[in-house]
């Protein structure tokens, strides 16, 4: 099990000073890409990495909530991100190609699951993926009331991969917190990608909210290497 931090929900004018706080807590970083479009939001951009790459010391995970995902990919790559994740709706057809492109490179593929689209559509394509993000909300905002019925998703993804002996990771973004943790676990998440309701509302500093996360995360007792 990983925690991933989705870096929408920080203070971005203490994302450096947060950085060094959350490097001994988080296996990755979450990090939403929002075009205004695809959702009718804007979220962190590639700037950002590139201005924070020095003190940013473990894996960045690149969710692309985008319109057209290709357009992000070749700069991201060049970035050193560990991972891109994107929706199957933006790609269609140019699934594979795309994907292949992020392999390539050394990167690890996901897609997305939004909270009404089924796991069926990933029928075709699980075999080439290293993860699967399961939206527990609607993409691009933060702070969003969690959406139970997503959950369902999980177990039969933890089913196909069993049956078929897929690899990639199950994860699970929105709402995760202590009140859904256990209920993620039972079903079957492999990592939980924390927020505002999960990590950053919980103290008046990060460095409290971090001692609270630990609470309710047991397999997180002791800081991250």
Request: charged share 25%; net charge negative; proline share 4%.
């Amino acid at each position: 099990m990983k925690i991933s931090v989705s870096m929408m929900c920080a203070d971005y004018g203490r994302l450096a000073e947060q950085f060094e706080v959350l490097n001994q807590f988080a296996d990755a970083y979450h990090w939403d890409m929002v075009d205004g479009h695809y959702a009718q939001s804007l979220s962190l951009n590639l700037d950002m990495i590139s201005s924070l790459r020095e003190v940013i010391k473990k894996p960045i995970h690149a969710h692309l909530a985008v319109e057209r995902p290709q357009d992000f990919v070749p700069q991201l790559i060049d970035l050193g991100v560990e991972e891109i994740c994107f929706h199957l709706d933006t790609v269609n057809a140019q699934f594979f190609r795309l994907a292949n492109l992020i392999k390539d490179a050394g990167l690890g593929v996901g897609v997305v699951l939004t909270p009404v689209e089924r796991p069926e559509i990933l029928e075709y394509v699980l075999e080439a993926l290293d993860s699967v993000n399961v939206l527990t909300v609607d993409p691009g905002f933060a702070g969003q009331r969690f959406i139970g019925a997503a959950v369902r998703k999980v177990p039969i993804l933890k089913e196909w991969k069993e049956k078929y002996g897929y690899t990639f990771e199950i994860e699970v973004d929105g709402g995760v917190n202590e009140r859904t943790f256990q209920q993620l676990v039972e079903a079957g998440a492999e990592r939980f990608v924390l927020g505002s309701s999960g990590l950053f509302s919980l103290a008046a500093t990060l460095e409290e909210a971090v001692e609270k996360a630990r609470g309710y995360i047991p397999f997180k007792a002791n800081p991250a290497g």
